[in-house]
């Protein structure tokens, strides 16, 4: 079993040395429109069938069933080397840039008529639909609205506070730090940091203590980026209903959404969920959304405002803006309807994983990438290396946090080998790779990752 997936690992990682095919610089050098056509026919990325019929070839020794290996082959570039990144970038499906695609074929072949010809229309509708059943809510009881990234979102949302209490915790990725801060300049509201503890963890138990009648946002993440700690999401929002009955849950998704599931719509009136097409959704940039429940969206007044934010907006009245009390009146202007068409393409990949049923296939995700936490923590521990954190995969996200001295150098030791894994420094060059796993991968990668770390070491 051990030579076996050697032997598979180090053929994606050959495979990862294949030259690129460049086709922007050609589509930059290219003086004729028949240069340009040409430069714009090679495939989205190299051959790398070699891996893929190898992984085939062995899939009874290496575990994998035939459900397992056709997902996987909707992902090519996952076998130019190996991807074990919890950065803002996963690697496409071959569904995603196909749907961009069908956008830019729809807006050559009917230029403006695309609004009323074309599918734009239907593609944003199309988004709110999934969003809403991504993150377990429903388009009756909440509504969801696009927005360019999932700091505009969270950003969006604030503005609709004018003062009071926010508590969030010091694990926060960097975005919620700004916004939350900006927010108390702004409003001169009170910010409440809850620390974290030196393993990345901040107990349920010290959030819920830090709610009061004045708190008017509890605003988390998810996970933690800096460990990978996972937020007890009921037990936060049925205490903030308790303790803090005019606060609302702010839940910044972008972590998890798509490898950990959401029930929001069991969670209450009072949760709001942002988040964006990057990690685990591998869409990349231009998808971000917000879910909130209609309750909320009667009550908060945004601040931002554009000719899409007007409840009828190829009506083009004038003067001051009329909101509708959906998810309309988050809106600002056109939206980026290349980043969802993007996003429903991997959206509809994810979903191929579990017959088509997203709402299990992120079910699915959840054991998978749990499983292949599981693999790290085992080999890692196997390798001598530290973990941060000595909690079980259950209250981790989807990436495990590994311990190094020199982490740019190995970071970079990993990246000439064809590894992707990611950096987060602690103090000066020590800091913690994070090793990801994906709803595509398997155990033999992981394991390779984190022998190349131990050697890097």
Same mark, same amino acid.
């Given at each position: ?63 994998? @069933?035939?459900?397992?290996? @056709? ?16 950065? =803002? ?53 909440? @509504? ?6 999932? =700091? ?9 506070? @004018? ?63 800096? =460990? ?54 591998? =869409? ?174």
């Amino acid at each position: 079993m051990e030579a076996v997936a050697r032997t598979v690992a180090e053929a994606q990682l050959a495979a990862f040395a294949h030259p690129w095919p460049a086709t922007l610089d050609r589509l930059l050098a290219a003086c004729t429109p028949y240069e340009i056509r040409a430069a714009a026919v090679p495939s989205l990325v190299p051959d790398a069938s070699a891996p893929a019929r190898l992984r085939r070839q062995h899939a009874r020794a290496l575990g994998l @069933d035939e459900a397992d290996l @056709d997902y996987r082959e909707c992902f090519p570039g996952l076998d130019l080397g190996i991807y074990a990144c919890s950065h =803002s970038m996963g690697v496409p499906s071959v569904a995603g840039p196909a749907a961009v695609a069908d956008h830019l074929a729809q807006l050559g072949r009917h230029g403006i008529g695309t609004w009323d010809e074309g599918q734009w229309v239907k593609v944003m509708e199309q988004y709110r639909q999934r969003v809403a059943v991504l993150v377990g809510g429903n388009l009756e009881a909440g @509504d969801v609205t696009w927005f360019p990234n999932a =700091s505009d979102a969270l950003s969006a949302v604030l503005e609709c506070v @004018d003062g009071g209490t926010l508590v969030y915790t010091r694990g926060h990725f960097t975005t919620g730090h700004y916004v939350h801060h900006q927010w108390s300049t702004n409003t001169g509201g009170t910010l409440v940091e809850v620390p974290t503890d030196d393993d990345g963890s901040v107990p349920t138990e010290r959030l819920i203590d830090a709610l009061t009648p004045s708190v008017r946002v509890l605003s988390i993440s998810h996970a933690l980026f800096e =460990s990978g700690w996972l937020q007890d999401l009921p037990a936060l929002a049925a205490a903030l209903r308790e303790r803090s009955p005019r606060a609302f849950l702010l839940v910044d998704a972008y972590q998890t959404a798509g490898s950990v599931p959401i029930d929001a719509a069991a969670l209450g009136d009072h949760v709001v969920v942002v988040a964006a097409g990057h990690k685990q959704l591998r =869409s990349g940039t231009g998808a971000g959304f917000m879910y909130m429940s209609r309750r909320l969206l009667a009550e908060l007044t945004p601040r931002r405002t554009g000719w899409w934010n007007h409840r009828e907006p190829f009506a083009f009245e004038k003067g001051a803006v009329v909101r509708a009390d959906d998810g309309t009146r988050f809106r600002t202007g056109t939206p980026t309807v290349m980043g969802m068409a993007m996003l429903l393409g991997e959206l509809a990949t994810l979903a191929a994983s579990a017959g088509g049923d997203l709402g299990a296939a992120v079910q699915r995700a959840r054991r998978v990438t749990q499983g292949l936490v599981d693999t790290a923590l085992v080999n890692a521990a196997r390798h001598g290396l530290r973990v941060r954190g000595d909690w079980p995969s259950e209250r981790r996200a989807a990436f495990a946090c590994v311990e190094v001295d020199d982490g740019p150098r190995v970071n970079e030791v990993l990246a000439q080998q064809g590894i992707r894994a990611d950096f987060r420094p602690r103090a000066g060059k020590a800091g913690w790779m994070r090793v990801s796993g994906n709803s595509a991968g398997f155990p033999y990668e992981i394991e390779a990752v984190i022998e190349a770390i131990a050697r890097a070491r």
